[in-house]
């Protein structure tokens, strides 16, 4: 599987590039952030050439219901087109959806001092400036979404997915699919 293993390094490469040895946020992160999403991209797309190779039984190159060996309801949630098959995109989409989400709650979970949910300027050790650059809301506190749309691999996904609006305020199936990609 490449979700634990690859996704937590990768995660921890760059939180290190973001954040310097005492925790204090690094301004210039862009090259880092780039190099993040490209070596994310990379073992994904292997990823996901490995796992159609060994599941799709007929050779169409995608991955019907019966092929991908998921529940209905994830199928359908990763399936964005409705044709019934899953291609390269849409599971590279979802996949990189739900990296994107752990990392946002892994953030969260590591920084939130006052167990409201979101995080400030002060616990992540930002200055204002630079936290102002996420903040999108300009509310002091950025949640799930604003940390989604400040990820490395926001452009990944919109890559993938064919869109650049990602987030929606309401929870849906897609929201909580966990894809595997073991071959």
């Known amino acids: ?23 204090t946020a690094k301004s210039d992160t862009s090259s880092n952030s780039s190099d993040y999403a490209a070596s994310f991209d990379k073992q994904l797309q292997q990823k996901t050439a490995d796992l159609i190779k060994a599941r799709d039984t007929n050779g169409d190159g995608t991955l019907s219901a019966s092929e991908s060996g998921m529940s209905s309801q994830a199928f359908a949630a990763i399936d964005t087109n409705g044709d019934g098959q899953l291609d390269t995109n849409e599971l590279n989409a979802a ?13 969260i979970k590591a920084y939130d001092t006052n167990g409201d949910g979101k995080l400030t300027a002060s616990e992540l050790n930002m200055s204002p400036d630079d936290f102002s650059a996420i903040d999108t809301a300009g509310t002091g506190a950025v949640g799930m979404k604003e940390l989604m749309a400040a990820d490395p691999l926001n452009s990944l996904y919109a890559k993938y997915a064919g869109t650049a609006n990602i987030f929606t305020n309401s929870t849906s199936a897609a929201n909580s699919v966990q894809l595997d990609l073991t071959a």
């Not at 599987?1 to 925790?23: E, K, Q, R, T, Y």
């Not at 996949?95 to 953030?107: G, N």
């Open 1 to 23: 599987m490449i979700g634990i293993d690859v996704a937590a390094g990768l995660f921890s490469s760059a939180m290190s590039s973001m954040f310097g040895s005492n925790g």
């Open 95 to 107: 996949y990189v959806k739900q990296s994107m989400t752990v990392s946002a709650q892994d953030l």
